[in-house]
């Protein structure tokens, strides 16, 4: 896969050049996925890849000539409305190249206003799975049934089919759910068939690509190992050194074996920088690790007291991240400015969901700065500062390329950590408590639990959290529900209300009282708090007590990842709320939260019920999208 930009912004996803790929490229049929800034532009071509097929990223800004030679093309959705005023300018000479093309989301939407169909915004949003109703026989549909669980994320809706197209399929939120123009052999759906939410979104992709593309089977993992070999290569050159800032994480740990591999031990130096915002014994247990499968060159930092000053008293998510990005580069710097020698590259774990939740692609919306994402690391990164070899890459592909370079499933099997550590589990507030609208808010949560016919009560909290909803970033409140439910009530309702509320982006399920929801709620609010020594402590301890029970009960293969969030919503100063944010997935950029055994969760909100300052605990009932899945 390869990424192409109007103009390159990253040395290591440029090809625009013709010295770095001169002769592979046109050896493989590719297809080509215009990216109009959707958080799943490069899901797409990963899926692509996934079926043994080249994929090439393109921005529609682009002359269609470009990639007048894909043997299909692919239309990504996006944060933007075909309708409104900032909707995204594309070359329209890419609908008259005869090839091949499906659009998906926003360009489902682009493709009916271009041909005279009608565009508008539709009476409810949809995120999440949908049931479509296949109305007819299509080449893309075979293999499939008359009903198909599908995954949607958008505002607008096809209202009127264009001239010589003919619907496929609907739902009763979205009536032109998919539709066709096959004598132009062109294809559009609303829904994503990138995500692994639509269970048969690889069907619908490989008979696009086989049956109507035709294109060759040809790229593998092997190939995508040496195109890293390759780009190593070229940014390092003969004689530069990396420093790598190394947290330990899968990521970062597989690019550092990478590197050794590509450059030799004596060219990268690893630095693992303690924050302070590790979790209980982690960055021992890290450097322990590291050094029992062979990692030399490592180096360790401590500089907890420097980054508890650096975002005292801050309470914007997005500050506390830029800061603590900004003084990850700061000790880099410092310690870089120690080595005899200058000619050092900054290295990264960085992959690919990191670049676009931070806007790091053209027309992409930012969601949440990655603290390897922040502005000084991308004026490095144009400076030539700065190597990234996994940046095109998910997780699952990083743990393949680990596992090919010999890593141990101890190292490569690890949850994912962010960077900031738990600086962004743990919530500050100025003791704000208002929210707009709250009577409105839950009279609306009324209404739907009557409709959904449960015994549960719900309340809109003072709290906010990010979300991603429709590609774009929301900074929403969460609601509180109590009450007995099975997962899948939950799930149902956590859908419903964050497509239907539009102030609310996360669901939560108080799981630690049998009282009534005002009982238990009323007299709490959001507390002054900061992050503070004491605070992460409390967190550490919480979320080492989480991470016992699950590796006792055996479920930690079934878990991609388990955030332990603290919130200072309590009834005193002081006290805290505990969020637990277990969520399945494979590449991040969709998830579903982790409906736990009964038993282990009972056995979890137990041991932290022990915790002094522990008020209320909440579970996470919300999926990706609308809510991303750190809370920060």
């Given amino acids: 896969?390869?990424?192409?930009?109007?103009?390159?912004?990253?040395?290591?996803?440029?090809?625009?050049?013709?010295?770095?790929?001169?002769?592979?490229?046109?050896?493989?049929?590719?297809?080509?996925?215009?990216?109009?800034?959707?958080?799943?532009?490069?899901?797409?071509?990963?899926?692509?890849?996934?079926?043994?097929?080249?994929?090439?990223?393109?921005?529609?800004?682009?002359?269609?000539?470009?990639?007048?030679?894909?043997?299909?093309?692919?239309?990504?959705?996006?944060?933007?409305?075909?309708?409104?005023?900032?909707?995204?300018?594309y070359d329209p000479g890419l609908f008259t190249l005869g090839l091949p093309m499906l659009g998906l989301c926003y360009g489902h939407q682009l493709i009916a206003k271009h041909f005279g169909g009608t565009v508008a915004k539709g009476k409810t949003?949809?995120?999440?799975?949908?049931?479509?109703?296949?109305?007819?026989?299509?080449?893309?549909?075979?293999?499939?049934?008359?009903?198909?669980?599908?995954?949607?994320?958008?505002?607008?809706?096809?209202?009127?089919?264009?001239?010589?197209?003919?619907?496929?399929?609907?739902?009763?939120?979205?009536?032109?759910?998919?539709?066709?123009?096959?004598?132009?052999?062109?294809?559009?759906?609303?829904?994503?068939?990138?995500?692994?939410?639509?269970?048969?979104?690889?069907?619908l992709l490989e008979n696009f690509l086989f049956t109507i593309c035709r294109v060759r089977r040809d790229w593998k993992i092997q190939t995508i190992e040496r195109e890293l070999i390759k780009d190593i290569r070229t940014v390092a050159g003969k004689y530069k050194k990396v420093f790598l800032l190394l947290s330990g994480g899968v990521d970062s740990t597989v690019a550092f074996a990478l590197l050794e591999k590509v450059l030799g031990k004596k060219r990268v130096y690893g630095l693992h920088v303690d924050s302070g915002f590790m979790r209980l014994r982690e960055s021992a247990k890290v450097i322990g690790a590291l050094?029992?499968?062979?990692?030399?060159?490592?180096?360790?930092?401590?500089?907890?007291?420097?980054?508890?000053?650096?975002?005292?008293?801050?309470?914007?998510?997005?500050?506390?991240?830029?800061k603590i990005g900004e003084l990850f580069v700061e000790i880099a710097n410092e310690e870089m400015g120690?080595?005899?020698?200058?000619?050092?590259?900054?290295?990264?774990?960085?992959?690919?969901?990191?670049?676009?939740?931070?806007?790091?692609?053209?027309?992409?919306?930012?969601?949440?700065?990655?603290?390897?994402?922040?502005?000084?690391?991308?004026?490095?990164?144009?400076?030539?500062?700065?190597?990234?070899?996994?940046?095109?890459?998910?997780?699952?592909?990083?743990?393949l390329i680990g596992r090919r370079l010999g890593l141990a499933p101890s190292?490569?099997?690890?949850?994912?950590?962010?960077?900031?550590?738990?600086?962004?589990?743990?919530?500050?507030?100025?003791?704000?408590?208002?929210?707009?609208q709250a009577n409105i808010i839950n009279q609306q949560l009324q209404r739907i639990i009557t409709q959904q016919h449960l015994k549960v009560s719900a309340k809109v909290l003072p709290m906010r959290s990010v979300g991603v909803q429709g590609d774009e970033r929301s900074y929403k409140h969460p609601v509180a529900i109590i009450g007995k439910a099975t997962w899948q009530q939950?799930?149902?309702?956590?859908?419903?209300?964050?497509?239907?509320?539009?102030?609310?982006?996360?669901?939560?399920?108080?799981?630690?009282?049998?009282?009534?929801?005002?009982?238990?709620?009323?007299?709490?609010?959001?507390?002054e708090a900061y992050l503070t020594n004491d605070r992460i402590n409390?967190?550490?301890?919480?979320?080492?007590?989480?991470?016992?029970?699950?590796?006792h009960d055996k479920l930690m293969d079934d878990i991609w990842q388990f955030p332990v969030v603290l919130v200072p919503y309590a009834s005193q100063s002081g006290h805290e709320s505990v969020v637990l944010r277990p969520i399945q997935s494979q590449e991040a950029m969709t998830v579903n939260f982790y409906r736990m055994p009964y038993p282990s969760l009972s056995r979890i909100v137990r041991q932290?019920?022990?915790?002094?300052?522990?008020?209320?605990?909440?579970?996470?009932?919300t999926n990706k999208p609308p809510a991303t899945i750190e809370w920060e």
Avoid at 298 to 322: C, N, T, W, Y
Avoid at 494 to 504: A, D, G, M, P
């Fill in 1 to 89: 896969m390869y990424i192409i930009h109007h103009q390159p912004p990253f040395p290591f996803t440029d090809i625009s050049a013709q010295k770095v790929r001169p002769a592979m490229i046109p050896q493989h049929h590719y297809i080509a996925v215009i990216d109009f800034g959707s958080q799943f532009a490069h899901l797409i071509a990963r899926r692509i890849r996934q079926h043994g097929v080249l994929a090439k990223i393109f921005t529609p800004d682009m002359a269609a000539s470009s990639y007048a030679d894909a043997k299909g093309i692919i239309l990504s959705g996006g944060p933007k409305s075909t309708i409104g005023a900032d909707a995204v300018p």
């Fill in 411 to 436: 190292l490569l099997n690890r949850h994912p950590f962010p960077g900031p550590g738990l600086a962004i589990r743990t919530l500050c507030s100025t003791g704000d408590s208002t929210i707009d």
């Fill in 291 to 322: 050094k029992r499968a062979g990692f030399s060159n490592l180096h360790v930092v401590d500089a907890s007291a420097r980054f508890f000053r650096a975002v005292q008293g801050i309470v914007d998510p997005e500050i506390k991240r830029q």
């Fill in 125 to 203: 949003k949809e995120y999440g799975q949908a049931d479509i109703q296949v109305h007819t026989t299509d080449p893309l549909f075979v293999g499939l049934g008359t009903t198909e669980r599908v995954w949607m994320s958008h505002w607008d809706v096809v209202t009127k089919l264009p001239n010589d197209f003919q619907l496929l399929a609907s739902t009763p939120d979205c009536p032109i759910a998919a539709m066709a123009n096959p004598r132009q052999r062109i294809w559009s759906f609303q829904f994503h068939v990138e995500v692994n939410h639509t269970p048969h979104g690889m069907k």
């Fill in 338 to 399: 120690k080595l005899p020698l200058a000619d050092y590259l900054l290295g990264q774990g960085t992959i690919y969901p990191d670049t676009i939740e931070s806007g790091g692609t053209q027309h992409a919306d930012k969601i949440k700065t990655h603290h390897n994402q922040i502005d000084l690391i991308k004026l490095m990164t144009l400076q030539g500062k700065i190597i990234e070899p996994l940046r095109s890459l998910y997780k699952d592909e990083v743990r």
């Fill in 608 to 621: 932290l019920k022990t915790l002094v300052y522990v008020e209320h605990i909440f579970y996470d009932i």
């Fill in 490 to 527: 939950l799930n149902a309702l956590s859908i419903r209300i964050t497509n239907e509320i539009f102030s609310v982006n996360r669901v939560l399920w108080l799981v630690q009282s049998g009282r009534s929801l005002s009982q238990v709620l009323s007299p709490a609010v959001m507390q």
């Fill in 538 to 551: 409390l967190l550490r301890v919480a979320d080492d007590s989480v991470h016992q029970v699950i590796k």
